[in-house]
């Protein structure tokens, strides 16, 4: 997936940390390059060729500088492309943050180290997405990959490229680390979904909640995708214990012929006189 294709959409760090936008006064004055360990607005924040960048959100120790919770919205041509929101810290995205395209419906849900991507949800229209870790903003690593048609499997990836489907049993820890974060981003984009605003109380309250509920039905859906897997190699097993138990049958009966054969011959060269009763037949 290219990294125009994200969306990144999160909210709080494991849902308990307090963003700044509730608790810090609100900036003065209209010079943003010198606001501190404030809240405000700043039109034409940060400009660099066709791109200008408008930021909505706190300012920490260093003046002018992003850090805490805030929006940054990204104009192309004087045309919004798309909208971040999350976490930032010294001017970087910063543990989880959530950005959406003005032209596109699909969904994401990213934790960032000092602006590197490191783990992501990221959900197509079609219901084709993928869970897993990120490197330089492609699919790098082994990852929950799912279909439109609803199959899924463990596929490791490099740099963006499937390079092949791995087994569940081998990397359950992997398993398990996808649908635990697919239960955490359903949990923040329904919240967001219902209207809550992101960094406010009700809004950790809605995504703690759903969270619980969620994590639930991904540890439900586990054991229901391992019981089918125990089951389909439990077939495979009877498929192949009845493919051997006929392969014996069949040599039990090729050597029941070949020695009835012996016998017949046996007896016909004694009728015959070519022999004497167990000797020279």
Request: aromatic residues 12%.
């Amino acid at each position: 997936m290219k990294t125009i294709n994200w969306i990144f959409i999160i909210c709080l760090v494991f849902f308990t940390h307090s963003f700044a936008d509730g608790n810090l006064p609100k900036c003065k004055g209209s010079d943003f390059s010198k606001w501190m360990n404030c809240y405000g607005e700043a039109k034409n924040f940060k400009t660099n060729g066709v791109f200008r960048i408008d930021y909505y959100g706190s300012f920490g120790n260093n003046p002018g500088v992003r850090d805490g919770f805030g929006v940054s919205e990204i104009f192309n041509n004087g045309k919004k492309e798309r909208t971040f929101e999350g976490e930032f810290k010294n001017n970087k995205p910063h543990g989880i943050g959530l950005e959406i395209f003005a032209y596109q419906d699909a969904k994401t849900v990213s934790k960032f180290l000092n602006g590197e991507m490191l783990y992501s949800y990221h959900l197509y229209p079609n219901g084709a997405g993928y869970t897993g870790p990120i490197k330089n903003f492609l699919r790098h690593g082994i990852g929950l990959a799912r279909m439109d048609d609803g199959k899924e499997g463990l596929v490791r990836f490099e740099n963006d490229k499937p390079i092949k489907v791995v087994k569940y049993s081998s990397y359950s820890n992997e398993e398990i680390e996808a649908r635990n974060f697919e239960a955490k981003a359903k949990s923040i984009l329904e919240c967001k979904e219902l209207g809550f605003n992101i960094g406010k109380k009700d809004f950790t309250e809605c995504s703690v909640q759903l969270y619980t509920l969620y994590k639930e039905e991904a540890l439900e859906t586990q054991k229901i995708k391992t019981a089918e897997r125990q089951a389909a190699a439990a077939k495979k097993q009877a498929i192949a214990a009845q493919k051997q138990a006929k392969a014996a049958e069949e040599q039990a009966r090729q050597s029941r012929i070949k020695n009835s054969n012996a016998l017949m011959k046996k007896g016909m060269n004694m009728l015959s006189g070519n022999c004497t009763l167990g000797v020279n037949c």
